[in-house]
């Protein structure tokens, strides 16, 4: 009897605590959310607007052809918040804003990973000269010289006060010449206030 009741109690808290989600789809005007817990949409792409698009005007004076191929090679998390599904979308925005743009194109990440898995490196060991030249070989080979290696790394640092927190996330967006080894970086910064 008593494990009759047990039942039908936690049947009873199921239906009745069940909560309901409701979507809509959102106009193309509408600001993106800001999130309550994380950093979120509205926050990325304001950190990938403004870094890369900086660091793509600067760097186009240098940029001796018109279309530039440029390798995207990885993004470092080393913020306090796991990125989730928002890894491959930043991934993807970034790689966006580079195509877009008016003197660069990107290199299909899928052969930027078979490169990388053919040398036997990782992204980090592209700037030693000897790997750097390796893997320009590969893509070479491939039918995709490339110009220029990008790196992006997102970091955050929070302040924690009574009744909110504050979270300052940072991204730096590194383009490294392939051939000369010369690095330009750009960084952008947005903080945010979350409140208990």
């Known amino acids: 009897m008593v494990r009759i009741l047990t039942i039908a109690a936690v049947a009873a808290c199921m239906l009745g605590c069940r909560s309901t989600t409701q979507a809509r789809l959102m106009d193309k005007g509408e600001d993106d959310l800001v999130g ?3 950093a979120g949409t509205e926050t990325h792409s304001r950190l990938i607007d403004e870094a890369l698009t900086k660091l793509l005007t600067r760097h186009e004076g240098e940029v001796k052809s018109a279309h ?3 390798a995207f090679v ?3 998390n080393k913020s306090a918040e796991e990125l989730g599904d928002f890894r491959e979308q930043i991934m993807q925005i970034i790689e966006t804003v580079v195509e877009n743009s008016n003197r660069y194109r990107m290199i299909s990440r899928r052969f930027v990973h078979t490169a990388l898995n053919e040398c036997r490196i990782t992204p980090n060991q592209i700037m030693l000269p000897k790997y ?3 893997f320009a070989q590969v893509l070479e080979q491939q039918n995709n010289p ?4 990008l790196y992006a790394v997102l970091t955050s ?3 924690t006060g009574v009744a909110s927190m504050q979270r300052d996330y940072i991204l730096s967006m590194e383009l490294i010449n392939v051939v000369t080894g010369d690095l330009d970086k750009e960084s952008a910064r947005v903080r945010k206030e979350y409140q208990k």
């Open 36 to 38: 309550a817990r994380a």
């Open 68 to 70: 530039a191929k440029v």
């Open 74 to 76: 990885d993004l470092e």
């Open 132 to 134: 750097r030249r390796q």
């Open 146 to 149: 490339v110009d220029f290696v």
């Open 157 to 159: 640092g929070t302040t």
